[in-house]
T-cell receptor, first 111, second 113 residues
Framework: GQSLEQPSEVTAVEGAIVQINCTYQTSGFYGLSWYQQHDGGAPTFLSYNALDGLEETGRFSSFLSRSDSYGYLLLQELQMKDSASYFCAVHYGGATNKLIFGTGTLLAVQP | GAGVSQSPSNKVTEKGKDVELRCDPISGHTALYWYRQRLGQGLEFLIYFQGNSAPDKSGLPSDRFSAERTGESVSTLTIQRTQQEDSAVYLC???????????FGDGTRLSIL
């Protein structure tokens, strides 16, 4: 089957850097995505890694190591508005584009 | 253009009733997905449509759940004989194609009394 593990909660202060880890076990892995979801809102796409290495998008970076079945999301220069849940999601399924989501990491940014 | 639109935004119904949820994807997006999110949980895949291919229904939890999509347009998710465990937010997403970012609607919050 498929499973993903990520920490349930992380707390950090404004201006800091935080890393949210994600480990996965799945067959037919095609890539790892990260989504942000504010309380009561829709998930929004942050990044996608299909190959090993680091992808940078502004203050957010995402890393993937396929050999280690591991990835992380790095948030720099944290702002209060970054307080949200962050989900890693594995793309798998061959011809289909199913996403299997982790249970999410609740990030609390404190002043 | 407009994002993914879902309706209704909220639905309260009695146990045993049927409900129909609607999703309007982003124009031109060939792929459409339905997910379920229970309170405090991650997203649970339900069904995936890609163009005119047969849908991937592997995530539907029971035969009370069904979904349709005509071409690359609107999709409806139907839950028959609703049960209290069906209470959740039902999210729809669309993407330009396989392995492209998925864009989510705001969801339908379904409450079964």
């Amino acid at each position: 089957g498929q499973s993903l593990e990520q920490p349930s909660e992380v707390t950090a202060v404004e201006g800091a850097i935080v890393q949210i880890n994600c480990t996965y076990q799945t067959s037919g892995f095609y890539g790892l995505s990260w989504y942000q979801q504010h309380d009561g809102g829709a998930p929004t796409f942050l990044s996608y890694n299909a190959l090993d290495g680091l992808e940078e998008t502004g203050r957010f970076s995402s890393f993937l190591s396929r050999s280690d079945s591991y990835g992380y999301l790095l948030l720099q220069e944290l702002q209060m508005k970054d307080s949200a849940s962050y989900f890693c999601a594995v793309h798998y399924g061959g011809a289909t584009n199913k996403l299997i989501f982790g249970t999410g990491t609740l990030l609390a940014v404190q002043p | 253009g407009a994002g993914v639109s879902q309706s209704p935004s909220n639905k309260v119904t009695e146990k045993g009733k049927d409900v129909e949820l609607r999703c309007d994807p982003i124009s031109g997006h060939t792929a459409l997905y339905w997910y379920r999110q229970r309170l405090g949980q991650g997203l649970e895949f339900l069904i995936y449509f890609q163009g005119n291919s047969a849908p991937d229904k592997s995530g539907l939890p029971s035969d009370r759940f069904s979904a349709e999509r005509t071409g690359e347009s609107v999709s409806t998710l139907t839950i028959q004989r609703t049960q209290q465990e069906d209470s959740a937010v039902y999210l729809c997403a669309s993407s330009e194609g396989a392995y492209q970012p998925q864009h989510f609607g705001d969801g339908t919050r379904l409450s079964i009394l």
